[in-house]
């Protein structure tokens, strides 16, 4: 075989191999230790070589047009996907995050920003208060809330309102796909449309990517700002209008209001670099330095307010709150969770990120920061900007917690697929391939990441649907003026990981739950029951939980009053 096609039999081995190291993978929700750092060599020390000596045999138009017509279907089918994935997982969570997001987004949609909390049992102790309440979740003063700023949940009470909060995110992808295929032709001008729309391509399968829109975490949204903060960007250095960096500091700002830190951490990155490009233009450069200090003043001050608003006080967060302190607890200047990281959290999330994202999508980007020399200054930015994401949570003692990809610097990556493939424009230019040669390749590279995430995908689902099912079990239970606990469940059986339920990160309550004939809570043991439901002014209770070994939802004890003669609860 020519070596011009080297690429398809190393493309095929390595499908191969990745299916066999599913079928010996020993972990059901997610890799095994090995798996994810064989795959990445396999991939970049197999596949890579070969498809560098096919690129250097040349032979063809130096153009990337023939991606043009990339765009607009893979981006709405993958959208489409993350809808309809949406929709299932809607039903349960990955994250106690979404909960807590959803419960708040309830709450405003409600047309008010706390709830009326659950009473404490007699002691009032802090341990008590813990015992009633889910994690990220906050009572205070009879209010009940959850410690993150209110402008994601905002967004999702639009779609609490018309009963299909799954589709905001979805919505947002597609919102990021046109603003980068916009960035791509900003910066390379009317012949970028071909990168434009490979650049939405390749974000648009990764599952990196249309996974986060199937959730109903805010990366998303911060994502959507920070690209449309790029794209003003590019365009203030350029110097096309005065209002572009304003409008930049706009986007900043509600990134920060999104994701505070995420946003401090790109709102630092485009500064220092518009500080820099902009240095000979003293004008500009005056008003940028206005426009950046107003931006950072309304960002501060409705922080303040929002912490006023849950807190009582401009400077206590409910971050802190919620964690019984009044600092930050959520950042630590420590060399141990830096070294911590760098060995265990962070390392998982890069090569989770390596491997759900499409095919050498990083190894395009540093060739686009190695051989274009015009759009250097840009493609430096958007790439410190996930250097800074990736560093700064270093600081961050607690775990992400993805399965498919670093979600603390997930909002760098949609300008990391601009950069590749711009950094394809330049291997084309520079090896002269022919179209049929690149469309055969990005054939294989399809190929190759559909594998991938035909094998990897599944997992996620999995971790879900124990919520899912204790969800719909537990709404449908008929008994009335009751409290539901939910137990927490085992995550091991033997020594395999699998599908487990965690009742503690699972609200399923509405603002109005007072009035509902049953109440929610995570189970605070047996000894503690009675007095958590004579404190709510129940009747009764009932404790369900979830078998990771049969995989289904039960009944694993009741009160007294819900029990037959033989003992056996009866709801």
């Known amino acids: 075989m020519s070596t011009a096609f080297l690429y398809i039999p190393a493309g095929l081995a390595y499908c191969v191999a990745v299916f066999l190291l599913a079928r010996v993978n020993t972990n059901e929700i997610g890799a095994g230790p090995m798996q994810y750092p064989v795959m990445i060599v396999l991939l970049h020390l197999g596949l890579l070589p070969a498809l560098y000596v096919s690129l250097r045999r040349g032979g063809g138009a130096a153009s990337t047009a023939c991606f043009r017509p990339f765009a607009l279907l893979p981006a709405l089918a993958c959208m489409s996907l993350s809808a309809l994935l949406g929709a299932w997982w809607d039903r349960g969570i990955l ?67 018309i009963h299909a909060r799954y589709i905001i995110n979805p919505i947002l992808g597609l919102v990021i796909l046109w603003l980068i295929w916009k960035l791509s032709r900003e910066m390379i001008g009317a012949g970028g449309e071909g990168e434009g729309a490979l650049a939405v391509f390749m974000c648009a399968v990764s599952p990196y990517f249309f996974m986060f829109a199937a ?99 401009v400077l206590l967060s409910p971050y802190a709150l919620y964690r019984g302190t009044s600092e930050l607890v959520e950042f630590r200047m420590s060399v141990a969770t830096v070294l911590d990281n760098i060995l265990h959290a962070s390392r998982w999330d890069v090569q989770q990120s390596l491997v759900f994202a499409f095919p050498f999508v990083f190894v395009l980007a540093v060739c686009a920061l190695l051989w274009e020399r015009e759009l250097r200054g840009l493609f430096v930015t958007f790439a410190c900007l996930w250097a800074a994401l990736v560093a700064g949570h270093l600081f961050q003692p607690e775990q992400a917690g993805s399965m498919f990809g670093g979600r603390y610097f997930f909002e760098a990556f949609p300008l990391i697929c601009v950069m590749a493939a711009h950094g394809w424009g330049c291997c084309v230019k520079r090896f002269h391939v022919s179209v049929s040669r690149q469309k055969g390749i990005f054939a294989l590279l399809l190929l190759v990441h559909a594998v991938q ?69 995570p189970d605070p043991g047996p000894a503690r029951r009675d007095a958590i439901v004579q404190a709510q002014h129940r009747a009764r209770w009932i404790l369900v939980t979830y078998d990771p070994k049969t995989r289904t939802p039960g009944i694993a004890g009741c009160s007294s009053n819900l029990q037959d003669a033989s003992g056996q609860c009866r709801p």
């Not at 004008?283 to 009582?312: D, H, I, K, P």
């Not at 537990?474 to 927490?488: G, P, Y």
Request: proline residues 6%; charged residues 15%.
């Open 95 to 161: 994250w106690g995050d979404e909960s807590a997001y959803r419960f708040q987004a309830r709450i405003i949609a409600g047309g008010h920003l706390t709830s009326p909390a659950p009473q404490l049992p007699p002691s009032g102790a802090r341990p008590a208060a813990r015992e009633t309440n889910f994690i990220h979740h906050i009572i205070r003063d009879s209010r009940w809330f959850t410690k993150y700023p209110l402008a994601w949940p905002a967004l999702l009470a639009i779609g609490e309102r």
């Open 215 to 313: 959730s109903q975490m805010s990366h998303i949204a911060c994502a959507a700002a920070i690209a449309a903060a790029a794209l003003f960007f590019v365009r203030g250095v350029r110097g096309v209008s005065s209002g572009n960096l304003l409008a930049m500091q706009v986007f900043v700002g509600m990134a920060c209001l999104l994701r505070p830190y995420t946003g401090f951490l790109a709102g630092l990155v485009f500064t220092v670099a518009a500080l820099v490009l902009l240095r000979r233009s003293h004008y500009q450069l005056r008003r940028f330095v206005a426009g950046s200090a107003a931006a950072g003043a309304c960002v501060v001050a409705w922080t303040g307010f929002q912490n006023y608003l849950f807190c009582g006080d």
């Open 453 to 521: 995430a035909s094998l990897l995908t599944p997992p996620v689902l999995l971790a879900i649907r124990p919520f899912a099912q204790v969800g719909a079990f537990a709404r449908n239970l008929e008994v009335r003026d009751a409290v539901v606990f939910l137990e927490t469940g085992p995550c091991y059986t033997g020594t395999q990981s699998t599908p487990c339920f965690t009742g503690s990160r699972f609200n399923l309550n509405g603002p109005d739950w007072q009035s509902m004939p049953k109440l929610y809570l």
